[in-house]
Each structure stands twice: as structure tokens, then as C-alpha cells.
């Protein structure tokens, strides 16, 4: 069965970085486009992130643009999203999605991404 399992999230200051993964198995992953959603707190989910199969395009919701930059390294049927210049507002629980939007074929459990100082 399709399993997503997202890392990397923690506690950060503003300004700060991290760096969440996912890693997928349970179907082909070089096949799928995937994405990135987050749900913070009393907020509904909101699609971040999404990649084409092949990693070449990417595409973001406008409030992460030039912050957050999605990738993946299909040898290793991974997704990542860098986070830079990090704010409070990115403070959400993280998902890996296969597919398109937040809820796409199937959802990861999420990573909690927090920023404060």
C-alpha cells in the first residue's frame, strides 16, 4: 500500500531553515507528480507545493514564493521541501501528498513545523 512518510520538521527561529522529507514507497514514484500541503493551527489545509514527475517544474502558492523550494530525487523516491527565511505564519503541521493538491491519491502523516523566537 502507498505509504508517505514526512521528516525534518522541529522548532525554528525566524529567518531560520529546515529541510522535510518524505519518503514514499508503495508505487511508482517517478510516475507521480507530488505535493506539499500544511494545516496550521484553526486553519484549513492549504496546498504549499507542487512538482511534476520528473522534478524539472515546480509550482507554489504565492506566500512561500522564493522562500520554499520543492524537489525530489526519484533514485531514492524522495520529496523535499528547503525552507528559508522562515516566518511564524509557515508554523503548520506539513504533509507529503501524491498528486496534485491537498489531498491528491494519498497523504503522509505530517511533520509539525513550528517558528518562533
Known amino acids: 500500500q502507498v505509504q508517505l512518510v514526512e521528516s525534518g520538521g522541529g522548532l525554528a527561529q525566524p529567518g531560520g531553515s529546515l529541510r522535510l522529507s518524505c519518503a514514499a514507497s508503495g508505487f511508482t514514484f517517478s510516475n507521480y507528480a507530488m505535493s506539499w500541503a500544511r494545516q496550521a493551527p484553526g486553519k484549513e489545509l492549504e496546498w504549499v507545493s507542487g512538482?511534476?514527475?520528473?522534478?524539472?517544474?515546480?509550482y507554489y502558492v504565492d506566500s512561500v514564493k522564493g522562500r520554499l523550494t520543492a524537489s525530489r530525487d526519484n533514485a531514492k523516491n524522495t520529496l523535499y521541501l528547503q525552507m528559508n527565511s522562515l516566518k511564524p505564519e509557515d508554523t503548520a503541521l506539513y504533509y507529503c501528498?501524491?498528486?496534485?493538491?491537498?489531498?491528491?491519491?494519498?497523504r503522509g502523516q505530517g511533520t509539525q513545523v513550528t517558528v518562533s523566537s
Open positions: 501528498v501524491q498528486g496534485w493538491g491537498v489531498n491528491g491519491h494519498s
Open positions: 512538482i511534476y514527475s520528473t522534478g524539472r517544474y515546480a
